[in-house]
Each structure stands twice: as structure tokens, then as C-alpha cells.
């Protein structure tokens, strides 16, 4: 029997009734509006640090309780807008508004270019040699979410700005690819080849912007997203293995258990190879991707014993799935059964994008995605922990992967029950470039204006309804 899986009216109201409520909190706002908090406790209230709440108050957290991260702002403004974009929120805009204002007054490194990774007591910290290559891709994800939404000119100017920095700056003509820092220091060494480096340019900005960039510098940015991923396949893939090493400086820090090798960065790191293949109809990439992800999932798939997975689940659901032997679940790596949202995250959407090919996964969707709305999602003030309900808000937990997770689900789900989808936009009347549902494509069925947006210097609200959504 074919499982039903969540509609889009219960993916919208995953987003309204399970993650905003911790998002649109006052306390998640920012003093002033925009500086947004990296550590919040479960319960919505910002960190005090001389009373940690137990969440924060871990030896792998509470060291950098002084830092405050732009790379967590970027992702809050990122969630802010995926909820305008879902539901028409037009406070969520004007916060993801007041996020990209707070980066780019306060955030930018004037002198040598990029973005701060972090502050300390309101001053810059690390010499700006010293920042990743992922910090400055996931500074601007936000950003590049929400010129997504606007085409706003400033906006571009930055991202143009940035993607010219990472480029310029980190890459290596010797290893061919992008260095993780161009200078030791924060416990990272120049030494460092990490697929992070590499991959998060991609689904940070690169794959969703490329195509909307202006024909001026689209050029540039097709030839350096096409390199990026052809190194990413050369030098970071195994194919014996069928898996994405997530560093290859030394050969331990190519292990199935060694960090950055687990499930989740696979699985992105294919998915990411599949739809820049399908951008540029590079066929070899396409099916290396396929494959890759549906091996990937099939190593991921858990039946977990329903006893075990009986404390978890709410009453409602153990009830439905007492009588099965185990119930469908992710796990993180070949010998790591613990696994976070973030890569429960992942292994949906790339599930749920197969999903779009042959409808091979509905069964294990119709499980792992039923239990993200149940299991991860604390009912009480919102929003998904790293751990179940647990753990919420710190300096790399944050709204990117829940938010992105409901808008991969929404779309697919909308397609999978032969729905249109619809989106809200908030872009100028006469816009007449390329509009796309997210990472996919579609056909525009319709786009309504719906009045100017109110402090958006004569933006409208649009919604735009997408049919024949397809990877």
C-alpha cells in the first residue's frame, strides 16, 4: 500500500505552528532589530551567561559564549525569509530586511574585504586570513536568499562583491581547488583541504544565484561554480566508496568516521552535483548523482525497533505504528546511529528530490517526514533542536536547515499530489528575468500582484504559482 505523504497545507503548518513560533519571539530579534542572537536558550530566552540554561551549558558550546557569529545571523535572516516566502509573513520580511541591513552596515570587513566571522565585546575577531571558506560562503546565504525574493540591487552589489573576495582570494592555483583559511590560526591550519570549503560555496549561494545574476557577471560565475564542482567530483569523490570524503589533507581525515564524513555532507554534497549537472545538462554528473543519492539513502535507511523508538514519538503516532516491527529512520554515518536534525534534513530533501524522478522513497518519506514534524519539533515554543526538541539556537545550530527542509518539502509535496505550488515573492512590478521555485524548476501558472510591500522602496507582493515542479 502507497503511503500518503504530508500535504502542503501540512507542511505550511509545520512552518506556522511547529517552527515560527521560536523565530518570531521578540527575544529572537535582535537589539536593535537585526543584530540577531547567536546562543538562545530552548525556551525562546536569550543566553545569560553567568546562568547558563543546561541546553548551552556544554563543554563543546559554552567556550564561545563570547562570540557573536555572522554566519548565524545570515542563516536567521535565511529562515525569516523562507517564512514570507511559504506563508506571506510580511513581518518575517521586514526582519530578514533588517538582517541584511545589520550585515552589510556592521559586518563587512571594509578594509581587506568579506565578512567578520565573528565579534567579540563589539570588535572583529581573527585576521582575515583566518576566516574559513565556509564562514564566508554561510555569511551570505541569508543574503542570497533574500535577493532571491527581492532581485534587490544593493543586495546584488554585495553578493557580487563576496563571490569576487572568496574567489580572488582563496583559491589555489597548486591543489586546484579552495583553500579552507589562507593563514593558521583558531585551531584551523592553511593546510586544510575540506569538501566544506568547496560545497557550501555551492549550496551557500552559487547554485541558487548563478542563474539570476546579471548577464555581466553571469559568465563568471557559471565558469567558477562549474570548476568548483568539477573538483569537488574529481579530488573529494571516492568512486570505489561511492561517497564524498569531507577532507583530503591526510588519509585520517578520510575515514568513514572521521569528521565531515557522515551521511549528511554525502548526501548534500550529491544532491548539490546533481542539480548543478542539471543546470549546465552535464549528463555525468547527473548520473553519478542519482546513483550516488539513492546509495547514499539506501547506507542512511535505520529501521529502528519501535520499542526503542517508542519514547520519542508522540502518543498520536505511536498508536498508528505500535504493530510494525521497526520504524524507517536516517542514521548519520556507517557506524554512527546518533544523528542531528541538520542531517535528518538532508537525507529528506535528497530523498524527496529522487523522490520527484520515480516516487522510490515515498515509503521511507512517508515515515522520516511524519516523525521530523513530530519527533524534532518542540510543540511547546517552537522550532527543531539538535537534538530532538533540544538545543536550538547556539553558533552553528540556528533556522537554515528546518526552514530549507519545509520548503523542499512543501514543493515536493505540492507536486507529488499534482498540486500547484504557490510562493510569495516581493520583487518590482516591470521584473521580467528568470523566476524559479527555489532550487527547481516550474511552470508559472499564475502571478498576482497583491499591493506594495510598505517600506520596501516600491516593492510588490506577488504570488507566483509554479506547476510541473522537477529537479
Not at 538582517?99 to 581587506?112: A, C, N, S
Not at 539570476?212 to 563568471?220: H, I, N, T
Not at 522513497?361 to 515515515?367: A, H, P, R, S, W
Not at 528568470?434 to 507582493?461: C, H, M, V, W
Request: charged letters at 20%; aromatic letters at 14%.
Amino acid at each position: 500500500m502507497t503511503q500518503e505523504l504530508p500535504s502542503g497545507e501540512d507542511w505550511l503548518n509545520h512552518v506556522k505552528q511547529g517552527l515560527q513560533p521560536y523565530w518570531m519571539m521578540e527575544t529572537a530579534q535582535g537589539i536593535p532589530m537585526g543584530n540577531f542572537p547567536t546562543f538562545r536558550c530552548d525556551d525562546g530566552s536569550v543566553l545569560n551567561v553567568n546562568q547558563p540554561c543546561s541546553e548551552l551549558d556544554k563543554s563543546w558550546i559554552s567556550p564561545y559564549f563570547d562570540r557573536d557569529y555572522t554566519r548565524m545571523k545570515s542563516r536567521q535572516i535565511y529562515a525569516y525569509g523562507v517564512i514570507y516566502h511559504l506563508t506571506g509573513n510580511e513581518d518575517a520580511l521586514k526582519l530578514a530586511k533588517s538582517g541584511v541591513e545589520y550585515l552589510l552596515t556592521h559586518l563587512r570587513d571594509k578594509k581587506h574585504g568579506g565578512f567578520v566571522t565573528f565579534t567579540k565585546d563589539g570588535e572583529p575577531g581573527l585576521e582575515w586570513q583566518q576566516r574559513t571558506t565556509q564562514d564566508q560562503a554561510y555569511a551570505i546565504v541569508g543574503l542570497a536568499f533574500y535577493y532571491y525574493l527581492t532581485r534587490d540591487p544593493v543586495v546584488e552589489q554585495a553578493l557580487i562583491d563576496q563571490q569576487k573576495f572568496i574567489f580572488d582570494h582563496y583559491k589555489n592555483t597548486t591543489t586546484n581547488d579552495l583553500l579552507w583559511v589562507i593563514k593558521d590560526g583558531d585551531e584551523q591550519s592553511s593546510k586544510q583541504r575540506e569538501l566544506v570549503a568547496q560545497l557550501d560555496q555551492i549550496n551557500g549561494y552559487l547554485l541558487l544565484l548563478t542563474p539570476l545574476m546579471p548577464k555581466s557577471v553571469q559568465l563568471k560565475w557559471r565558469e567558477d561554480l562549474y570548476w568548483l564542482t568539477d573538483q569537488m567530483v574529481k579530488q573529494y569523490y571516492s568512486e570505489d566508496e561511492q561517497r564524498f570524503y569531507g577532507a583530503v589533507h591526510h588519509k585520517a581525515v578520510m575515514m568513514p568516521d572521521a569528521r565531515h564524513n557522515d551521511y549528511g555532507h554525502t548526501i548534500k554534497a550529491f544532491w548539490m552535483t546533481y542539480l548543478v549537472g542539471r543546470y549546465f545538462d552535464q549528463q555525468g554528473w547527473q548520473a553519478l548523482a542519482k546513483q550516488g543519492m539513492r546509495t547514499t539513502l539506501e547506507r542512511a535507511s535505520y529501521l529502528m525497533p519501535t520499542e526503542q523508538a517508542k519514547p520519542y514519538l508522540s502518543q498520536s503516532l505511536f498508536s498508528q505504528w505500535q504493530g510494525l516491527d521497526g520504524v524507517p529512520t536516517w542514521k548519520a554515518g556507517k557506524y554512527n546511529y546518533y544523528i542531528s536534525s541538520w542531517q535528518w534534513a538532508e537525507l529528506d530533501q535528497a530523498a524527496m528530490t529522487v523522490n520527484l524522478f520515480d516516487r522510490s522513497m515515498t515509503n521511507q518519506l512517508y515515515y522520516t517526514q511524519n516523525q521530523f514534524m513530530d519527533v524534532w519539533v518542540d510543540h511547546q515554543y517552537g522550532g527543531v533542536g539538535l537534538e530532538p526538541k533540544r538545543t536550538k539556537a547556539f553558533h552553528w545550530g540556528n533556522g537554515y536547515h528546518q526552514f530549507e527542509h519545509a520548503l523542499v518539502g512543501y514543493l515536493t509535496a505540492r507536486q507529488w499530489h499534482n498540486k500547484s505550488a504557490q510562493l510569495y515573492f516581493a520583487m518590482p512590478s516591470n521584473y521580467s528575468g528568470k523566476i524559479e521555485p527555489y532550487y527547481y524548476q516550474g511552470d508559472i501558472e499564475s502571478r498576482k500582484e497583491l499591493g506594495k510591500l510598505a517600506g520596501f522602496n516600491g516593492l510588490k507582493k506577488q504570488l507566483i504559482s509554479f506547476t510541473n515542479v522537477t529537479p
